[in-house]
């Protein structure tokens, strides 16, 4: 109980957090010191940061450069953020944990569905059709 407490204290600032440049090594030693309890709670704030473009990865190099380090959920995660958020621009994080969960269940399914929204949502060309 006291963990779990000290634990929501935790994710609390985690939220509040920026990410910094190592991020990613940071979230591989968190999981080492912590086990997959913390690294799922880390992967979803890495998620959002990197959909959101907040802190360290609000630079495009650095979300480049992240790409080979971050966990493939996790950039899938962030992807199908980044298109929901298009869709439904005042939705609550709370709304979108589903993707979290389609991307730890299905990487490729989750990555298609990212892939086809953002087609769905570009402006579209002179035919009427997404550019």
Same mark, same amino acid.
């Given at each position: 109980?006291?963990? #779990?407490?000290?634990?929501?204290?935790?994710?609390?600032?985690?939220?509040? @957090? !920026?990410?910094? !440049?190592?991020? !990613? @090594?940071?979230?591989? #030693?968190?999981?080492?010191?912590?086990?997959? $309890?913390?690294?799922?709670?880390?992967?979803?704030?890495?998620?959002? /940061?990197?959909? /959101?473009?907040?802190?360290? $990865?609000?630079?495009?190099?650095?979300? #480049?450069? @992240? @790409?080979?380090?971050?966990?493939?959920?996790?950039?899938?995660?962030?992807?199908?953020?980044?298109?929901? +958020?298009?869709?439904?621009?005042?939705?609550?994080?709370?709304?979108?944990?589903? +993707?979290?969960?389609?991307?730890?269940?299905?990487?490729?399914?989750?990555?298609?569905?990212?892939?086809?929204?953002?087609?769905?949502? !570009?402006?579209?060309?002179? /035919?009427?059709?997404?550019?």
């Amino acid at each position: 109980m006291v963990f #779990e407490q000290r634990l929501e204290g935790t994710l609390g600032t985690l939220e509040q @957090a !920026e990410p910094r !440049e190592g991020d !990613e @090594a940071v979230r591989d #030693e968190l999981t080492r010191r912590a086990g997959s $309890y913390v690294q799922a709670d880390v992967d979803v704030w890495l998620a959002r /940061a990197l959909a /959101a473009h907040r802190g360290h $990865y609000a630079d495009p190099v650095a979300r #480049e450069a @992240a @790409a080979g380090l971050r966990p493939q959920p996790v950039f899938a995660h962030a992807a199908l953020l980044s298109a929901l +958020a298009r869709l439904v621009p005042a939705a609550a994080p709370g709304e979108l944990a589903v +993707a979290a969960r389609l991307a730890a269940a299905d990487l490729e399914a989750t990555a298609g569905l990212a892939a086809l929204l953002t087609r769905a949502t !570009e402006p579209a060309g002179p /035919a009427g059709s997404p550019a």
